[in-house]
């Protein structure tokens, strides 16, 4: 608890607070876009684009504006961690692990 309290002193919060609120009217404008040309859009996308927004700038300091480039190296990295696939190496060793454990029994 020590180690985390001063990242959510209040001067710190105040400060995440801009940067929040600039996302914020990033993704209204965004909205207000699609809405004023009939464009159908993905909401998962646009939220998923404001949420790494907010993280990237007030963890890391890091200006991604993934809503307007999905292309940013960080926003690709995200999506392929966050990928689920029962083919990937990952899940495949983790379930023969799991199985040789239950075997040993």
Same mark, same amino acid.
């Given at each position: 608890r020590s180690?985390? *309290?001063?990242?959510?002193? +209040? /001067?710190?919060?105040?400060?995440m607070t @801009? ?5 914020? $009217? ?24 404001? *949420?790494?927004?907010?993280? +990237? /700038? ?5 200006? @991604? ?5 999905? $292309? ?6 995200a999506k ?21 454990? +239950?075997?040993?029994?």
């Amino acid at each position: 608890r020590s180690a985390i *309290t001063p990242t959510f002193s +209040s /001067g710190k919060l105040k400060q995440m607070t @801009v940067h929040i609120e600039r996302c914020a $009217d990033m993704l209204v404008s965004r909205l207000a876009e699609n809405e004023s040309t009939g464009t159908v859009f993905n909401v998962k996308e646009l939220a998923g684009g404001y *949420t790494m927004d907010v993280i +990237s /700038g007030t963890a890391f300091g890091v200006d @991604v504006d993934s809503m307007n480039n999905p $292309d940013h190296p960080l926003v690709k990295s995200a999506k392929a961690f966050f990928e689920f696939s029962l083919f990937n190496p990952l899940i495949v060793m983790l379930c023969e692990y799991v199985f040789i454990i +239950s075997q040993m029994r």
